[in-house]
């Protein structure tokens, strides 16, 4: 394993890695701070060409202009006009733009020969796919291939393959690893608003009196959010802050009240705090009258749960849960934000729903400062959702809506028979169920790394290595999934490709190539399209499916794919991107984009254009069209209760932790980018153990000591780190596989530790479920 060591300058930019205040007031634009890194003894003179982009490691959108000389990528530079970050970038946006050109680079493709992986030409590897494609359609039929892709691609990638894969192969079985950081956020969207798509704008921040934070890490997940928010807190009349998370974060540091429940507990204290708002008469009933259904559900449902029944359960103060309900009812302008703490949690949808019912409850929705940011994981998570490259139908159509099927065969001139099928696409977790059986026989991977990011990673190593699946591993590194595929195709890094993508906001930036990709590595669209040509696809006049060959001629048809749907791209294009981010729908009517949606009280959930008929919150049970006609017949907001229920697997005398996994500041997934960046992996070496002085003190752990920490699944080994984190609960960061520790055993991923699970509704694997144990680790 390489280690690095940080410069003095580097140093002082990751241990300040929300960088300097610049306070300001509500209302008020938030000021500039533009950022820049160079290559050393670089300047910006030195600059041949600057090229527009947005970061790629994280989902908050920065915006940023790639800096080139001699045909390298040298730096990054901070756009200081642009909407989101005005100007400022984080440790990740500063340095990570160095992995690209790390030496160990995938150039060229491979295949399987026996155990080992050997180099070819294009022409091999894809005629190999082709050919296996070709025998499962004659002998098995479209539902025996799969495709798992990313939240980093490029729209007009995720629509490519939503094109090949639902429109000209006819599989159903096409799903994001989005499914592991966001399918709850689009998932509670769908059961409050009818569809998916952000309610509210990150210039909600400006105005905000009281900001909440559901397990949102933001200090770690969206730096450079963190900075607007903590330089709100520097400024004039600084908004209050609404706190939930187990561990004691950045954010918890600053909170007017911090609620650290027990894991597994959300939504007993979603509950409560609901109940507080609806007994004090912290409501605005004439909104709930005009624009919502539920209401009476809801008051039935909360009842029971008064501050002192969820504090016995979560085991938090009952005063905390009355503060900051007071903070949440009373405030004039209120914003929410939702992230991994709910989303990979028992109850994963039924809690986020609720924060979406306190903004109902309230009427806080659709102005400055009043607004829910259901918030995504990754750069490109939003596209991956709209394109229908996920458990979503291109244009956030619905699978179960025989006319949105009709018409999107109509755009893609396919028949409708092949989008239609008897149940809604199939998510990850399901096809490595479809594949351990026998029934899934290729699965082509593109840009993710199930090999550690999956749960429960001893099965996953086995489903993935089967004899019988034929796996196509599609990335720019090599990693611990490219080292089990049959085939694996070199792509093309950010940077090296053109094309748009959309944050957590809704806000689309176009990211230019910058330089060309390295040896035959090819952008992911090229791939797709080249696949495509040698498989035959057409569509019903004959001619090549997909259309185009460009990315700008893919953005044109998704274009013309999303117009009149909630997210509407017609009224943008390259041109106009090029100016800066702009926030969807952006339409003829609203060339400027939309900041807010549901402004005037109605909302995407009308029968006929809703994205689905929502679900069963406990049991994932899909609602029917009629019954979902009968109860909301006019397409109003709809407020959704649920009882809590225990989690299915509680702390315990043998496994007597809750352990909890999540992401540290200065690393991305599973650091195929970010640990071949020296800055970044220097800041963050090594996986680690949080635990409680308190639990660390009963086990005999002292600050930096090998600990093992065991669940009914493995073992995993770390060095120790005390903290604020409430007892009885550990942490470990997801990030750390085995490309850069190959003689380590499976040891080291917090993924061996987690349990198979996902939640009912939004099929989200639940990370934040596993009880363990911990001990110092004996001597080897």
């Known amino acids: 394993m390489t280690q690095h060591t940080l ?72 756009r200081a006009g642009d909407r ?94 989005t499914r592991l950081c966001t399918a709850t956020a689009a998932e509670s969207l769908k059961e409050s608003f009818g569809c998916d798509g952000q309610p509210g704008s990150y210039t909600d921040i400006d105005h905000a009196q009281v900001i909440a934070l559901y397990g949102h890490n933001v200090a770690e997940t969206q730096s450079v959010l963190w900075s607007r928010i903590l330089d709100r807190l520097a400024g004039p009349r600084p908004p209050a802050l609404v706190v939930v998370d187990p561990r004691r974060t950045p954010v918890a540091e600053q909170a007017t009240v911090h609620l650290a429940p027990l894991p597994g507990t959300n939504m007993a204290l979603m509950n409560a705090l609901l109940r507080e708002l609806i007994v004090h008469g912290w409501t605005d009933r004439a909104y709930l009258d005009a624009h919502t259904i539920g209401f009476d559900d809801l008051v039935r449902t909360v009842a029971e749960w008064t501050p002192e029944k969820a504090a016995a359960v979560c085991r938090v103060d009952a005063d905390d849960i009355r503060h900051a309900a007071r903070l949440l009812g009373t405030a004039d302008r209120l914003v929410s934000t939702v992230l991994q703490g709910f989303y990979q949690s028992h109850q994963a949808t039924a809690s986020a729903v609720q924060v979406n019912n306190i903004h109902l409850v309230r009427g806080m929705l659709g102005a400055p400062g009043r607004g829910v940011l259901q918030m995504n994981g990754q750069p490109t998570a939003q596209n991956t959702r709209e394109c229908g490259a996920d458990g979503d139908i291109a244009g956030f159509r619905n699978w179960a809506n025989p006319d949105h099927i009709a018409e999107l065969a109509r755009v893609w001139n396919v028949d409708s028979g092949t989008l239609s099928h008897d149940g809604p696409p199939t998510h990850v977790m399901k096809m490595l169920e479809l594949a351990e059986s026998g029934a899934l026989r290729m699965l082509w991977v593109s840009a993710t790394n199930p090999a550690v990011s999956l749960p429960e990673l001893a099965r996953v190593r086995r489903i993935l ?48 190539r910058a330089v060309d990709p390295p040896g035959q590595a090819r952008s992911d669209m090229d791939i797709f399209v080249d696949f495509a040509r040698r498989l035959g696809l057409r569509d019903r006049d004959g001619n090549p499916l997909p259309a185009w060959t460009t990315p700008e001629a893919a953005f044109r048809d998704w274009q013309r794919c999303s117009a009149g749907r909630p997210c509407d791209y017609s009224g943008l294009d390259y041109d106009r991107l090029r100016a800066g981010g702009v926030q969807w729908p952006c339409t003829a009517d609203r060339p400027g984009g939309t900041e807010r949606l549901y402004a005037d009280g109605h909302f995407f959930a009308a029968p006929d254009s809703c994205e689905n008929y929502g679900k069963d919150l406990v049991t994932g049970e899909p609602v029917d069209a009629a019954t979902y006609r009968a109860r909301n017949p006019h397409g109003k907001a709809m407020i959704k209760p649920a009882p809590y229920l225990e989690p299915p697997e509680p702390p315990s005398p043998e496994y007597p932790m809750a352990l909890i996994t999540g992401r540290t500041l200065y690393h991305f997934h599973t650091r195929t980018k970010t640990g071949r960046t020296p800055q970044l992996q220097a800041a963050a070496p090594e996986v680690w153990v949080e635990i409680s002085a ?74 934040k479920t596993a009880a363990a144990r911990i001990r110092r680790a004996p001597a080897h």
């Open 84 to 177: 989101i970050n005005r100007g400022r970038l984080d440790p990740k946006d500063l340095y990570g733009w160095r992995a690209t050109a790390s030496p160990d680079r995938l150039t060229t493709p491979l295949v399987r020969d026996g155990d080992r992986l050997v180099p070819c030409d294009w022409d091999t590897a894809l005629d190999r796919i082709v050919a296996h494609t070709r025998e499962l359609l004659e002998t098995r039929g479209p539902e025996a291939i799969g495709f798992y892709t990313s939240g980093q691609l490029f729209l007009e990638e995720y629509y490519t393959l939503s094109v090949v894969a639902r429109g000209g192969i006819g599989t159903n079985h096409v799903d994001g690893n």
């Open 7 to 78: 410069a003095p300058g580097d140093q002082l930019r990751i241990t300040r890695p929300w960088g300097s205040r610049t306070p300001y007031g509500p209302g008020q634009d938030w000021p500039e701070r533009v950022d820049m890194c160079l290559t050393d003894g670089l300047t910006e003179a030195d600059v041949e060409r600057w090229v527009p982009s947005a970061s790629v490691l994280h989902s908050n959108g920065d915006a940023f202009d790639i800096a080139v000389r001699d045909g390298r990528i040298v730096g990054v530079r901070g």
């Open 465 to 512: 290595a089967q004899r019988n699946l034929f796996l196509v591993v599609q990335d720019i590194f090599p990693t611990e999934t490219t080292a089990l595929a049959d085939v694996v195709l070199p792509a093309a890094a950010w940077g090296e490709k053109t094309g748009a993508f959309t944050n957590a906001d809704r806000t689309v930036h176009l990211s230019e």
């Open 694 to 767: 308190a639990d660390a003190r009963a086990a005999g752990i002292g600050e930096t000591d090998l600990v093992e920490i065991t669940t009914p699944r493995a073992n995993l080994r770390a060095r120790a780190r005390l903290s604020a984190i409430r007892p009885g609960v550990v942490f470990v960061p997801f990030h750390y596989g085995y490309w850069d520790a190959e003689d380590r055993d499976h040891d080291r991923a917090a993924n061996e530790l987690t349990r198979t699970d996902w939640d009912p509704a939004s099929k989200q694997p639940l990370f």
